[in-house]
């Protein structure tokens, strides 16, 4: 057992170089500090990388008909109504929906036309794409099985298209039709122009557009999975439904999966990286703990053989300092703790849309645990050598 004395000597070492204590203890307060907040970081970044891939569309699996440029377009391969209808049937599929090919279009507006693009989209496009809708409603089905002459609009055409005005109910000339607008939306997330949706896109129910162009064949077939282990048994399934219906036909059938794989692996490969950096800190820090504690028992070497003469046994010497060695690795890492959860909390109202910057408490625990370990082994090798020297020695040390 280590008796108060031990312990009042070691407080009473430190108390006395407090400059030199505070120098060795930032070494630890920065490592400790650096393991938590990596892992908050990374868990922060790999819920905001997989929430935005996710946002495009929860278990989304998606297929077109690739059409070669140096060939015909065979209007028998061309993904239809019926092929949706089959995927619906199909085991593991919570929703299918489907959009039409974008057909070029203008909107005039104050005397200036714009391109737009006009996209016809079944009723449950709204359930598996979540687009955010910022005023009105989504096309339901009263307005798919009247044809009905009404729309959505992104969010930038009704700003240039109703600038002083609110679009809801406004009527809107899309080339040679006019449209009753009935919502206003957006993307969750950005896709940079790479699906149907471009920056000044009308949404309109897909049998009104297949009405207006004459055309029955679906641009992009979507399917929405129950759960995220059907989704790839739903890809296979979706190629061998297209291939089987079409023979002739090329398509492309994809999911969000892979992406989702290869978001996860950076994530996992970039806080190993920098949790390899924090512990890197931690072993420098206790490099210099090590240094620290053979300066000072080289400067207390005579304290040390008045103790050992006046009864002190070796286990006391040995023991005070490693006390000294943990209280300043565990002071350290508490103190890099409290800074790390301190720091989350001052730069969230810095954050974009109140983005939640969560704490790993066990990387709390690991790092508490990994900076006394480092203080306590690089504090042993002093210590043993502080209750090794013998006391006449020790006596006649200037």
């Keep these: 057992m280590v008796n108060w004395e031990t312990w009042h000597v070691a407080l009473?070492?430190?108390?006395?170089?407090?400059?030199?204590?505070?120098?060795?203890?930032?070494?630890?307060?920065?490592?400790?500090?650096?393991?938590?907040?990596?892992?908050?970081?990374?868990?922060?970044?790999?819920?905001?990388?997989?929430?935005?891939?996710?946002?495009?569309?929860?278990?989304?699996?998606?297929?077109?008909?690739?059409?070669?440029?140096?060939?015909?377009?065979?209007?028998?391969?061309?993904?239809?109504?019926?092929?949706?209808?089959?995927?619906?049937?199909?085991?593991?599929?919570?929703?299918?929906?489907?959009?039409?090919?974008?057909?070029?279009?203008?909107?005039?507006?104050?005397?200036?036309?714009?391109?737009?693009?006009l996209v016809g989209v079944t009723e449950s496009f709204q359930t598996i794409r979540n687009r955010v809708i910022l005023q009105g409603r989504f096309l339901d089905s009263a307005d798919m099985r009247a044809r009905g002459k009404v729309c959505l609009i992104t969010e930038e055409l009704a700003r240039i298209a109703f600038p002083n005005a609110d679009p809801v109910g406004a009527r809107l000339r899309v080339g040679e039709l006019s449209f009753t607008v009935v919502g206003v939306f957006r993307e969750r997330v950005a896709t940079f122009g790479l699906s149907e949706i471009q920056r000044y896109t009308v949404l309109v129910p897909f049998p009104l557009m297949r009405y207006y162009s004459g055309d029955e064949s679906i641009g992009v077939l979507y399917a929405q999975a129950d759960s995220p282990e059907y989704v790839i048994p739903l890809t296979r399934q979706?190629?061998?439904?297209?291939?089987?219906?079409?023979?002739?036909?090329?398509?492309?059938?994809?999911?969000?999966?892979?992406?989702?794989?290869?978001?996860?692996?950076?994530?996992?490969?970039?806080?190993?990286?920098?949790?390899?950096?924090?512990?890197?800190?931690?072993?420098?820090?206790?490099?210099?703990?090590?240094?620290?504690?053979?300066?000072?028992?080289?400067?207390?070497?005579?304290?040390?053989?008045?103790?050992?003469?006046?009864?002190?046994?070796?286990?006391?010497?040995?023991?005070?300092?490693?006390?000294?060695?943990?209280?300043?690795?565990?002071?350290?890492?508490?103190?890099?703790?409290?800074?790390?959860?301190?720091?989350?909390v001052l730069i969230r109202p810095l954050l974009p849309d109140n983005l939640q910057v969560p704490v790993s408490w066990p990387s709390v625990v690991v790092a508490f645990l990994v900076a006394c370990s480092v203080g306590l082994f690089f504090g042993y090798l002093p210590a043993s050598k502080a209750s090794r020297l013998p006391p006449t020695e020790s006596l006649r040390y200037e």
């Excluded at 505070?22 to 907040?37: E, P, Q, R, Y």
């Excluded at 440029?69 to 049937?89: C, K, R, S, Y």
């Excluded at 059938?253 to 920098?274: D, W």
């Excluded at 206790?286 to 028992?297: E, F, H, S």
Aim: aromatic fraction near 4%; charged fraction near 15%; include cysteine.
């Design 238 to 344: 979706m190629e061998t439904s297209l291939r089987s219906r079409h023979p002739g036909g090329t398509y492309i059938v994809e999911n969000l999966g892979g992406v989702l794989s290869a978001a996860r692996t950076i994530s996992t490969a970039l806080t190993i990286v920098l949790l390899l950096v924090g512990g890197i800190v931690l072993l420098v820090s206790g490099i210099g703990i090590m240094n620290i504690m053979l300066v000072t028992v080289t400067e207390r070497t005579r304290e040390i053989g008045v103790r050992k003469a006046i009864g002190a046994r070796r286990s006391e010497i040995l023991y005070q300092f490693l006390i000294e060695a943990g209280l300043i690795s565990g002071v350290g890492s508490l103190l890099g703790i409290l800074i790390a959860l301190v720091i989350p």
């Design 12 to 117: 009473e070492a430190l108390w006395a170089n407090k400059l030199r204590a505070f120098l060795t203890t930032l070494g630890v307060i920065i490592g400790s500090a650096c393991i938590v907040l990596v892992v908050t970081v990374a868990v922060t970044g790999r819920r905001v990388v997989i929430g935005q891939i996710e946002a495009v569309g929860s278990n989304l699996v998606y297929a077109h008909y690739e059409v070669n440029p140096q060939e015909a377009v065979v209007f028998g391969d061309q993904i239809t109504l019926a092929d949706m209808n089959a995927m619906q049937a199909s085991a593991g599929v919570r929703a299918v929906a489907a959009s039409t090919a974008s057909i070029p279009s203008s909107v005039v507006s104050n005397g200036s036309e714009y391109r737009a693009t």
